[in-house]
């Protein structure tokens, strides 16, 4: 069990336009989900905080308006990049933490790889 | 200043042999450390999980040690194996839900 999805694996796409990442719980409900950002031979920083029903929770530095996040259900969190640019390139991973049941463990995604021409 | 601090950055090692990887935080209050290991484009998955009162935890040949006293952890991987190459990383949760991520080791091992 506990096993979190990630769709696109892959994506490129042209500067200016918009990407829309998902992030799914299989097999488990979770009210909170995570995006982070990992650039190469970094380690994972977190970007936002997703709570199903209300509004994200943003890190210091990042731009809620140009990284979008979606909580509709307690089990699809969606982040889009918004007119994105050459620098938004990177890999982007979730995780979600089991609404009940699980402690604070949070389960990771397989992560997508964004490519900005 | 990051509160998780990994040693080595990175390690090559044959086939076979044994290795150990450490681990130092500052995070307080502490709740929990775990380690990851994170195939290249993969997101990480959990190895190992310890909380404050326990000493050791082994997952195959995985032994992660914890000595809270001192906040340091260690993982030592044995006989190690090709599947074993992958950057393995240190996570330590407080006692809030919130992670702090070490920067990883990237083991490389060669036949």
């Known amino acids: 069990g506990a096993v979190v999805s990630q769709h696109p694996s892959r994506v490129i796409c042209k500067s200016g336009t918009s990407v829309k990442i998902e992030c799914r719980s299989l097999?488990?409900?979770?009210?909170?989900m995570f995006w982070y950002r990992q650039f190469p031979k970094q380690s994972l920083m977190l970007m936002a905080t997703?709570?199903?029903?209300?509004?994200?929770?943003?890190e210091q530095g990042v731009e809620k308006d140009k990284f979008l996040i979606n909580h509709a259900s307690l089990t699809l969190s969606t982040l889009t990049v918004t007119s994105a640019h050459p620098e938004d390139s990177s890999f982007y991973i979730c995780?979600?933490?089991?609404?009940?049941?699980?402690?604070?463990?949070?389960?990771f995604g397989p992560g997508t790889r964004l490519t900005v021409l | 200043k990051n509160q998780v601090e990994q040693s080595p950055q990175s390690l090559i090692i044959l086939e076979g042999k044994n290795c150990t990887l450490q681990?130092?935080?500052?995070?307080?209050?502490?709740?929990?450390l775990r380690w990851y290991k994170q195939d290249t484009g993969r997101g990480p998955v959990s190895l190992t999980i310890?909380?404050?009162?326990?000493n050791t935890k082994s997952n195959g040949r995985y032994t992660a040690t914890l000595d809270a006293d001192t906040k340091q952890s260690s993982l030592h991987i044995t006989a190690s194996q090709l599947s074993d190459s992958a950057s393995y990383i240190c996570v330590v949760t407080d006692s809030w839900g919130k992670l702090q991520f070490g920067a990883g080791t990237q083991v490389v091992v060669t036949p």
């Open positions: 681990c130092n935080y500052t995070v307080s209050p502490f709740s929990n």
């Open positions: 995780s979600a933490r089991r609404t009940s049941g699980g402690g604070n463990e949070q389960f």
């Open positions: 997703s709570n199903e029903g209300s509004k994200a929770t943003y």
């Open positions: 310890m909380t404050f009162s326990e």
């Open positions: 097999d488990f409900q979770a009210t909170t």
